[in-house]
């Protein structure tokens, strides 16, 4: 079994033959998708898959960290009522992202904290997005540590930064990149990271992983991931299918009723 804890089924990519898409998850192995929302459309969307695929895919709910300076108190509230629908399994993705530079630092950091109070006080995980703002990142976790715990989704940092966020208690997701062949940094982090705390995503139809970089991804590909942290730290696909699959149930179980995905 394969779990892909982080895709975006919700973006318009995907529009025209999600019904094949699924076909092809389900032939791949992949028995779980947690399909994140970054903005109230495609959050109501997310939710909107989970129903419609029930039993295969979940939802998260969230707000980009590109869309803050648009975050207004309307869509946090729909946000807000959206996560505490049963499907919903995770806050986010949100978090900071000081690449693009298409929202202020300063409305990002009020959204990422709005977020984690957020999950909190609904007791679920929180996804987090961090592109250039580690540190930042790391600064505001710590403010809400030990009450969130969640996952650093698509985690392109280093293997000392990634330390810092285990520390916390967080997951470190790998995707598409770690199969990219000059890309040392994932695979220092996936070589170091404890196989309990390790998930692995998509981020489709983003980052495609070797032999389709540059094609659109689907969660289909996920084992295309497993393989290369598989033969990274010289384990079995078999065991890093196991693993993973056990930490997203453990992450993102249902904490009323403590049913897993």
């Given amino acids: 079994m394969l779990i892909d804890t982080h895709a975006h089924l919700n973006d318009p990519a995907f529009s ?6 699924m076909e092809r998850v389900l032939s791949a192995g992949v028995e779980n998708i ?12 997310a939710v909107e898959l989970a129903l419609q695929w029930k039993g295969i ?4 709910v969230g707000i980009h960290p590109y869309e803050a300076d648009e975050a207004h108190e309307a869509a946090k509230r729909e946000i807000a009522r959206l996560a505490r629908e049963e499907m919903v399994v995770a806050v986010g993705e949100t978090g900071l992202d000081y690449y693009r530079r298409l929202s202020s630092r300063e409305a990002q950091q009020e959204l990422f904290r709005w977020h984690l109070e957020l999950a909190q006080q609904l007791q679920k995980p929180v996804v987090v997005h961090s592109r250039e703002a580690f540190a930042d990142t790391l600064a505001i976790l710590r403010e809400f540590s030990p009450g969130v ?3 650093m989704h698509c985690f392109s940092g280093s293997w000392e930064m990634a330390r810092e966020f285990l520390r916390l208690g967080f997951f470190i997701s790998l995707a598409g990149p770690v199969t990219f062949r000059n890309a040392r940094k994932p ?3 996936a070589l170091h990271t404890p196989l309990d705390k390790l998930l692995i995503e998509t981020d489709c139809p983003y980052l495609a992983p070797e032999p389709f970089r540059g094609k659109r991804n ?3 590909y996920l084992k295309y991931i497993a393989l ?34």
């Fill in 34 to 45: 947690i399909v994140v929302g970054y903005d109230v459309p495609s959050s109501l969307r």
């Fill in 228 to 261: 290369a942290v598989a033969e990274i730290k010289g384990l079995s696909w078999e065991e890093i299918a196991q693993a993973t699959s056990c930490n997203a149930q453990k992450l993102f179980c249902d904490s009323r009723a403590f049913r897993p995905i």
């Fill in 149 to 151: 715990k969640g996952v």
């Fill in 218 to 220: 689907e969660p289909s």
């Fill in 57 to 60: 895919i979940k939802a998260a």
């Fill in 16 to 21: 025209s033959d999600l019904p094949e898409v």
């Fill in 187 to 189: 695979k220092e982090v």
